[in-house]
Antibody
Framework: QVQLHQSGPGLVKPSQTLSLTCAIS??????????WNWIRQSPSRGLEWLGR?????????DYAVFVKSRITVNPDTSKNQFSLQLNSVTPEDTAVYYC??????????WGLGTLVTVSS | DIVMTQSPDSLAVSLGERATINCKSS????????????LAWYQQKPGQPPKMIIY???TRESGVPDRFSGSGSGTDFTLTISSLQAEDVALYHC?????????FGQGTKLEIK
């Protein structure tokens, strides 16, 4: 069974970088049939897809336009994990962040979530 | 972006009764490549991540009770729980995977009356 284990700080200061990692067990980040995603959830905006990385003979990324200038999602094949970096955060980036595996766009497996608060 | 709109925002139903949640997309999510609607439903209980229960608008995920069913095509979709059980109390979301960015409805909170 696929499991996703999230790690990273729960508190980030404004203007700094939010960094989270999602370790994969039961699958490979290089699986060429799926994609590895970051999604966040807040009471005001609901669930928002942020971006993904996936392998199809080479690595690809896609990002939501509203974070495209600030986001990086990277695979780490040596540790079988992937990461999220979101730069220049503001309090509006406060949310629960989830990693998730997608098969043809539907999110079959999710991490447990990390509440990230942006505050000084 | 495809906008997903759910109705109602909240719903209270008696145990054993039918619950119906609607989801409307701002454009069709029916894929010509496979003639399937690129629409999924998720159930989210407090403190937990969403769990996919329906995909392709009407296909139940493995292990999901058959009291859950999905219907609809194009832009209008429905999630139905035929006989509400106490464990079905949750927040329900629809999601389109027709095109990027993937987008979700705002969620419908289902409670016991």
């Amino acid at each position: 069974q696929v499991q996703l284990h999230q790690s990273g700080p729960g508190l980030v200061k404004p203007s700094q970088t939010l960094s989270l990692t999602c370790a994969i067990s039961g699958d490979s980040v290089s699986n060429n049939s799926v994609a590895w995603n970051w999604i966040r959830q807040s009471p005001s905006r609901g669930l928002e897809w942020l971006g993904r990385t996936y392998y199809r003979s080479k690595w690809y990324n896609d990002y939501a336009v509203f974070v495209k200038s600030r986001i990086t999602v990277n695979p780490d094949t040596s540790k079988n994990q992937f990461s999220l970096q979101l730069n220049s955060v503001t309090p509006e980036d406060t949310a629960v962040y989830y990693c998730a595996r997608a098969l043809i766009g539907r999110f079959e497996f999710w991490g447990l979530g990390t509440l990230v608060t942006v505050s000084s | 972006d495809i906008v997903m709109t759910q109705s109602p925002d909240s719903l209270a139903v008696s145990l054993g009764e039918r619950a119906t949640i609607n989801c409307k997309s701002s454009q069709s999510v029916l894929a010509s490549s496979n003639s399937k609607n690129q629409l999924a439903w998720y159930q989210q209980k407090p403190g937990q991540p969403p769990k996919m229960i329906i995909y392709w608008a009407s296909t139940r995920e493995s292990g999901v009770p058959d009291r859950f069913s999905g219907s609809g095509s194009g832009t209008d979709f429905t999630l139905t729980i035929s006989s509400l059980q106490a464990e079905d109390v949750a927040l329900y979301h629809c999601q389109q995977f027709f095109s990027l960015p993937y987008t979700f409805g705002q969620g419908t909170k289902l409670e016991i009356k």
